[in-house]
């Protein structure tokens, strides 16, 4: 299986539309990998909280998702197209991830559980996701979470439970807690013997540097792609899903929980 992260960079003098069709022509070049990811809210900023309610789009109709569509179905790829600000029919703002299926068909949501901000920004401004979330690819079960649910096992362990295989965790994670990013992906490989994919943004979201730093881990925590900084590029690694199956059993650590 080959795995592609797209660690695209967020300029806000950036018109939103322009960043679209780049990140559209990123998916684009990546035709021939199996699975390829965005960051968290690439669109607007993780940090910009003040352009929440305007960049706030629907998840099937919305600008991002008819872009992102037609990128994944033109590359033939299953494609995490990182999160949006979406506005659900009720007008209530949820941080939502998009996966879309080689066909180009919205395959999963996954609405973020756990916001950012302790009583500011994000947790003030988006309601909460309150199940999580798996998509079954022809290889494996991917599970999903967004950024600062990665401090948060417990969701993880639920999604081993469900049958996932691998980890996606798109991300707008700041540079000040830039080596939290990679202890917390690490462990979270080796906790549930899974692969990881942590994809970060690069630049700069209001004020606040970004960590980059995107990843591509296995079932043993070891890194087989990084990205050594918060530029805008591409990481791609090969890797076996049997992986999985095989560390689980000859280190077969699930089989002792107590808990």
């Given at each position: 299986?080959?795995?592609?992260?797209?660690?695209?960079?967020?300029?806000?003098?950036?018109?939103?539309?322009?960043?679209?069709?780049?990140?559209?022509?990123?998916?684009?070049?990546?035709?021939?990998?199996?699975?390829?990811?965005?960051?968290?809210?690439?669109?607007?900023?993780?940090?910009?909280?003040?352009?929440?309610?305007?960049?706030?789009?629907?998840?099937?109709?919305?600008?991002?998702?008819?872009?992102?569509?037609?990128?994944?179905?033109?590359?033939?790829?299953?494609?995490?197209?990182g999160s949006i600000v979406e506005r659900a029919p009720d007008g209530a703002l949820y941080n939502t991830s998009l996966v879309f299926s080689?066909?180009?068909?919205?395959?999963?949501?996954?609405?973020?559980?756990?916001?950012?901000?302790?009583?500011?920004g994000e947790v003030t401004l988006m309601s909460a996701g309150d199940e999580p979330v798996t998509v079954s690819l022809p290889a494996?079960?991917?599970?999903?979470?967004?950024?600062?649910?990665?401090?948060?096992?417990?969701?993880?362990?639920?999604?081993?439970?469900?049958?996932?295989?691998?980890?996606?965790i798109p991300a707008g994670w700041p540079d000040q807690r830039a080596a939290h990013w990679t202890l917390l992906a690490r462990a979270r490989a080796v906790e549930n013997q899974c692969y990881v994919l942590a994809c970060g943004t690069a630049g700069t979201h209001a004020g606040v540097p970004q960590a980059g730093r995107s990843a591509i881990i296995d079932p043993w925590g070891e890194m087989l792609a990084e990205a050594p900084d918060a530029t805008e590029q591409v990481i791609t690694a090969e890797f076996d899903p049997a992986q999985v199956a095989k560390v689980r059993e000859d280190f077969p650590a699930l089989k002792d929980r107590v808990l």
């Open positions: 299986m080959r795995a592609s992260l797209i660690q695209i960079g967020v300029d806000p003098d950036e018109p939103v539309n322009s960043r679209r069709d780049r990140a559209a022509s990123f998916v684009r070049d990546q035709s021939g990998a199996d699975l390829v990811v965005l960051p968290e809210l690439w669109t607007v900023g993780a940090f910009a909280f003040d352009r929440f309610e305007a960049e706030a789009e629907p998840v099937r109709t919305g600008p991002t998702a008819e872009v992102m569509a037609q990128a994944a179905g033109d590359a033939r790829v299953w494609l995490h197209a080689p066909d180009g068909e919205l395959a999963r949501t996954y609405r973020k559980i756990h916001r950012f901000g302790f009583d500011r494996l079960t991917v599970g999903l979470a967004t950024c600062y649910d990665l401090r948060f096992p417990e969701l993880f362990r639920a999604l081993t439970d469900a049958g996932s295989q691998l980890l996606v």
